[in-house]
T-cell receptor
Framework: NAGVTQTPKFQVLKTGQSMTLQCAQDMNHEYMSWYRQDPGMGLRLIHYSVGAGITDQGEVPNGYNVSRSTTEDFPLRLLSAAPSQTSVYFC?????????????FGPGTRLTVT | GQQVMQIPQYQHVQEGEDFTTYCNSSTTLSNIQWYKQRPGGHPVFLIQLVKSGEVKKQKRLTFQFGEAKKNSSLHITATQTTDVGTYFCIRGGGYQKVTFGTGTKLQVIP
């Protein structure tokens, strides 16, 4: 299993540009989520999904869109990049049922907006 | 809100000293998980606690879940330089959104 993969690893955007951060998992996990981590800070939840076709907002959803058309993929779209969105973005996935809710994280995407 | 607070925010210890971080919630938790994030890395799962008063051990690490299921602790005995990183507790899981505690950054001085 590849686990959780994220692309790209690094990205530089100009203010106002849009882009999509990709996240995929091959563990058949129902739950997927996106976090951002600013320097020296904790992880803040942007959006999450408990299954294909179902998404919901987290703590900091403004400026980001998500969709979940398949179990495997959960892309994060930045609509119009702003310097305040400079951060490291992590995608995570887990099961929704059973006793084990371990979150599996991708390696992260380091985004700089100039 | 349903924020989970962790204390302390930072901790510097001499190698060989013990370390404890605490996680506190204003509401009852169905479960709590602990993660470690090394500098430049991603969070890695350590353990999940579910039962009131539960205690679990992993080598030098001891995890506790409070009787009221509103707090938890992670204790490291005799720290090593490999313990350096930020330790997070998280709440949620299953169909509940997963949110992170504020984290405790551990520095170990050799």
């Amino acid at each position: 299993n590849a686990g959780v993969t994220q692309t790209p690893k690094f990205q530089v955007l100009k203010t106002g540009q849009s882009m999509t951060l990709q996240c995929a998992q091959d563990m058949n996990h129902e739950y997927m989520s996106w976090y951002r981590q600013d320097p020296g800070m904790g992880l803040r939840l942007i959006h999450y999904s408990v299954g294909a076709g179902i998404t919901d907002q987290g703590e900091v959803p403004n400026g980001y869109n998500v969709s979940r058309s398949t179990t495997e993929d959960f892309p994060l779209r930045l609509l119009s990049a702003a310097p305040s969105q400079t951060s490291v973005y992590f995608c995570a996935s887990s099961y929704t049922s059973g006793a084990d809710y371990e979150q599996y994280f991708g390696p992260g995407t380091r985004l700089t907006v100039t | 809100g349903q924020q989970v607070m962790q204390i302390p925010q930072y901790q510097h210890v001499q190698e060989g000293e013990d370390f404890t971080t605490y996680c506190n919630s204003s509401t009852t938790l169905s479960n709590i998980q602990w993660y470690k994030q090394r500098p430049g890395g991603h969070p890695v799962f350590l353990i999940q606690l579910v039962k009131s008063g539960e205690v679990k051990k992993q080598k030098r690490l001891t995890f506790q879940f409070g009787e009221a299921k509103k707090n938890s602790s992670l204790h490291i005995t005799a720290t090593q330089t490999t313990d350096v990183g930020t330790y997070f507790c998280i709440r949620g899981g299953g169909y509940q959104k997963v949110t992170f505690g504020t984290g405790t950054k551990l520095q170990v001085i050799p």
